[in-house]
């Protein structure tokens, strides 16, 4: 049985820090990525990582905010994100396939069932 939680989420300030976990069990994956989605708008890309932890993608409108990883020892992907701003605030969900790359939700299998971020002017 697959499963993927996240954690880490809440509320913080303009220009503050936060820092999410997806612990996942039940398998291996080839990629794990997060998304998030906001009220009224599509869930979007926010970044990616390979099995080995050494080919990260992130979406262009972070501009290096945020910084993606992976313990395959616990079996867990974080995301540190840094500089936050209000129109960060979203549902952040953890995903995973068996396979490598993919920035479109339609790919990934597997999902979390999000952790709330709010990032507060």
């Known amino acids: 049985q697959v499963q993927l939680v996240e954690s880490g989420g809440g509320l913080v300030q303009a220009g503050g820090s936060l820092r999410l976990s997806c612990a996942a069990s039940?398998?291996?994956?080839?990629?794990m990525g997060w998304f998030r989605q906001a009220p009224g708008k599509e869930r979007e890309f926010v970044a990616r990582i390979a099995l080995d932890g050494g080919s990260t993608y992130s979406a262009d409108s972070l501009k290096g905010r945020f910084t993606i990883s992976r313990d395959n020892a616990k079996n867990t992907m974080y995301l540190q994100m840094n500089s936050l701003k209000p129109e960060d605030t979203a549902i952040y969900y953890c995903?995973?396939?068996?396979?490598?790359?993919?920035?479109?939700?339609?790919?990934?299998?597997?999902w979390g069932q999000g952790t709330q971020v709010t990032v507060s002017s």
């Open positions: 995903a995973a396939r068996p396979a490598y790359g993919g920035s479109t939700p339609s790919l990934y299998p597997y």
């Open positions: 039940g398998r291996t994956f080839s990629t």
